[in-house]
């Protein structure tokens, strides 16, 4: 996940003028919309034990981030983690445990009616490859860890929710289902979540929620991406007696200072980056093949589409220009893989899920701020689905870096928020 934010000080405005910070959205029509205020669920008794509940179990949660960390989860291969969330999910008493054709790990609470249903998500796979230490060190506050923000302060949330809905007897109008998903990260390209919307639970989602990494930002758009592999290929041959071949390491040369010097608009913020090289035989042979992944990104899907048509005119000429270096025009050639494509999409800032979003947190005593991201709610930003993403409180430090970590100080806020937020999603 990787977000920034903006306009909060606007939406606040636009929530007080349609008189609804301290309370859910009742404005006139909208179907699906749930109608309880905020200010009046945290009235209710049982609501106020579930909130606190979640403070009080925080040392419980934490401890779940950890051991939830220490278990291995490269995109790809998250079954272990999986069987450990599916173990909680059956624990804590959710109905109908499974797991789908993705690996995605589900479990339902019913509520009064099957509809509104709401799903409330945090992904189970990392950046981190097998075989990387992933033991957490903890020190007072702070625990040190690969992942263990990102997403295991989720995936401790995400527990702790359906433990103070049940430690609480909470009773919802709407149905929940819980899940644990794959694919998030990097190359995971939102297999889970594109499972769950296209096929698993296929018009079945009401309402979509994704708890990621720290923080308390409220995520309501939804960056796009384009991730490529590009594979240039020649004959190859020795450095020395076959000088004068056309060298594919070269092409992708030409090809990465042409990326290099694209021009992209800071609004909507667009970007590009190579992030991974790779090939060569030895240095003393004209390679026969190189590689390179390539990340374009931006949360408008016309600027996303001129960049990355700019990049195709880049690959191709980078290739023309190597074969005319040597005069040997098809020699080299170079072939593009999309894999990765995440869709863009946005969840308005005035809809009831995003203002119900605030007025929770404001019930919670903090403020949350919107913002832009990468992140599982893509795909129902995408379908128009009401989704957005709430980080999973305390602070993240280095995210996606071996020496990422998180200070769980007053973390218990994030607990309590996204308790509070599935309780008024799942109203009427
Ligand atoms: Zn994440």
């Avoid at 049982?46 to 909130?51: D, E, P, R, T, Y």
Wanted: aromatic share 4%.
């Amino acid at each position: 996940m990787v977000n920034s934010s903006h306009t909060t000080v606007k939406s606040l405005r636009l929530a007080a003028a349609l008189g609804l910070v301290a309370g859910v959205a009742v404005t006139a029509g909208r179907a699906q919309e749930p109608h309880s205020t905020v200010a009046d669920l945290i009235q209710t008794a049982s609501i106020k034990a579930a909130l606190a509940a979640a403070r009080a179990s925080e040392p419980q949660t934490i401890d779940d981030q950890i051991r939830f960390c220490e278990i291995p989860a490269p995109s790809f291969k998250e079954a272990a983690r999986g069987a450990e969330l599916r173990k909680a999910f059956q624990e804590l008493g959710l109905q109908n445990v499974r797991v789908d054709a993705a690996g995605n790990v589900l479990g339902d609470r019913p509520g009064a009616a099957p509809r509104p249903r709401l799903v409330v998500a945090a992904h189970l796979d990392t950046v981190f490859p097998e075989g990387t230490d992933v033991h957490v060190k903890r020190d007072g506050a702070m625990l040190y860890g690969p992942g263990i923000g990102d997403d295991c302060r989720g995936l401790g949330v995400l527990v702790a929710t359906i433990r103070a809905l049940k430690q609480a007897s909470v009773e919802t109008p709407g149905s929940i289902t819980f899940v644990a998903d794959v694919g998030e990260e990097g190359l995971g390209d939102l297999r889970g979540m594109k499972q769950l919307f296209n096929d698993t639970m296929k018009g079945q989602i009401d309402r979509f929620v994704s708890i990621d990494s720290t923080g308390l930002s409220i995520t309501n758009v939804a960056v796009a991406s384009h991730r490529y592999r590009v594979t240039f290929k020649g004959p190859g041959g020795h450095s020395f007696g076959a000088f004068g071949l056309a060298n594919p390491i070269d092409a992708m040369g030409r090809a990465i200072a042409k990326i290099a010097e694209f021009q992209v608009p800071g609004e909507p913020r667009t970007t590009f980056n190579v992030g991974r090289v790779g090939g060569g035989t030895s240095v003393n042979s004209i390679p026969f093949e190189a590689w390179m992944e390539v990340d374009l990104r931006s949360r408008d899907r016309a600027s996303l589409a001129s960049l990355d048509a700019s990049f195709h005119k880049a690959v191709d000429a980078a290739v023309v220009e190597e074969n005319e270096r040597w005069r040997t025009p098809g020699v080299i050639t170079a072939v593009k893989d999309l894999v990765g494509d995440r869709p863009a999409g946005s969840t308005p800032s005035d809809a009831p899920i995003v203002q119900t979003a605030i007025a929770v947190a404001r019930a919670v005593g903090i403020s949350a701020g919107l913002s832009e991201g990468s992140t599982d709610a893509n795909v129902p930003m995408s379908l128009r689905i009401p989704a957005v993403t709430i980080g999973g409180g305390g602070r993240g430090v280095d995210g996606h870096a071996l020496t990422e970590a998180f200070d769980a100080t007053d973390a218990w806020k994030g607990t309590q928020n996204a308790v509070l937020l599935t309780i008024a999603l799942a109203q009427k």
